[in-house]
C-alpha cells in the first residue's frame, strides 16, 4: 500500500521566514548585517530540504520534526554567533594612506556597515587619501586601489568583519570611527554606502564630479562645494538628514520621497517635485541633486 505523501513544508516556511524579515527590515528593526549572517548559515537550507524529502512529506510527525530541527538549528548557530560576538576584544586602529600613483583622477567606493563615518577634504599632501581608523570588535578597514590605462585610480575601501557576528556587534551600539580625507587636487567620483549610524560628508574644497550615496539608518549630513559641475543621486533611508547647499550656488532638486517630512529653502521654486534656484543652468558651477528619501526629517539648506 502507497505511504500518504503530504506537501512539503520546506518552500512555504521559507517564504513566510524572508517576507517576515523584510517586513521588520523595511520597518527598521533588524540591525544592519543581518542578511549577510544568514547567508553564511546557506547549508542549512540543504539539511531542511534533504529531510523535508526523507520524513517531511510521509506523515503530520514527520513535518513537524523538520520544522523542530531547523528552529534548533538557526537558533544554535545565532546563540553562539552572539555569545563570540560578547567577547571579542576592541578592533585595533589603522592608519591609512594611499599615493595617487600617476593617477588623473581618482573613482572612489566607500561601504560602511555601522558607526560613525566622516569624510572631508585633505590637507597639504601628495597622497590621493589619508585617515584614521578606529575599529569596532572583529572589524578591519580593508583598502584597495589600482590605477586603470586611462589613468583613473580606482580606491575601494571597505568596512570587513566576520558576516555572521555583525548583527549581534551593530547591536552593541557600532564603535567604529572612521575620518577619511581625499585629494582636493584630482577630479573625483564618489560612491558611498553606509548601513547603521552617522555620515557625515563635508565636500568643500573638493572636485567632486558625481556623488552617489545611499544611507541606510541613522543620521546623515552632506556639505556640498560651493563650486564645479556636480550631479548627485542620494538615497536615505531611515533617519534624518541634512543637505547643506552654498548660497549662490544655481542647484536643482529632484524628490522622491516616501515617509518625510521635507525643508526646503524659500530661495528655492517649485514645480511639482522638482525645486530650481533662480537662473539655474547646467553652464558653469552648478549642483543636480536626485533625492531619493526613505523615512524620517530631510532638511535642505
Excluded: C, H
Excluded at 549581534?168 to 549610524?197: C, K
Aim: hydrophobic share 45%; no cysteine.
Amino acid at each position: 500500500m502507497q505511504a500518504d505523501r503530504r506537501p512539503g513544508l520546506f518552500w512555504p516556511l521559507i517564504l513566510i521566514g524572508l517576507g517576515a524579515l523584510l517586513l521588520l527590515q523595511n520597518l527598521g528593526y533588524l540591525p544592519a548585517g543581518l542578511w549577510a549572517a544568514l547567508a553564511q548559515l546557506w547549508p542549512v537550507v540543504f539539511i531542511l530540504l534533504g529531510l523535508d524529502l526523507l520524513v517531511g512529506r510521509r506523515s503530520s510527525a514527520g513535518a513537524a520534526a523538520v520544522l523542530v530541527v531547523g528552529v534548533v538549528v538557526v537558533i544554535g548557530a545565532l546563540t553562539w554567533a552572539a555569545l563570540r560576538a560578547q567577547q571579542l576584544p576592541a578592533g585595533a586602529p589603522q592608519t591609512l594612506a594611499q599615493p595617487p600613483q600617476g593617477a588623473a583622477t581618482l573613482d572612489v567606493t566607500i561601504t560602511f556597515d555601522a558607526g560613525e563615518l566622516s569624510l572631508s577634504a585633505l590637507g597639504p599632501s601628495a597622497d590621493a587619501l589619508e585617515g584614521e581608523v578606529t575599529n569596532g570588535p572583529g572589524e578591519s578597514a580593508d583598502l584597495s586601489y589600482r590605477v586603470d590605462n586611462g589613468g583613473v585610480g580606482r580606491l575601494t575601501l571597505d568596512q570587513r568583519g566576520e558576516a555572521l557576528l555583525l548583527p549581534f556587534l551593530a547591536a552593541r551600539n557600532a564603535t567604529a570611527v572612521w575620518a577619511v580625507r581625499l585629494s582636493p587636487s584630482l577630479p573625483l567620483e564618489l560612491d558611498v554606502t553606509t548601513g547603521a549610524g552617522r555620515t557625515m560628508l563635508d565636500l568643500t574644497g573638493l572636485e567632486v564630479q558625481t556623488l552617489t550615496l545611499r544611507a541606510g539608518v541613522g543620521e546623515t549630513s552632506v556639505t556640498f562645494p560651493s563650486a564645479g559641475a556636480l550631479t548627485a543621486v542620494l538615497t536615505t533611508g531611515v533617519g534624518n538628514t541634512t543637505l547643506t547647499l552654498p548660497e549662490g550656488l544655481a542647484a536643482r532638486l529632484t524628490v522622491r520621497s516616501g515617509l518625510t517630512n521635507l525643508t526646503v529653502p524659500a530661495r528655492f521654486s517649485r514645480a511639482d517635485n522638482v525645486y530650481t534656484t533662480s537662473g539655474f543652468d547646467t553652464d558653469g558651477d552648478y549642483l543636480d541633486l536626485e533625492l531619493n528619501a526613505g523615512i524620517g526629517n530631510v532638511t535642505i539648506k
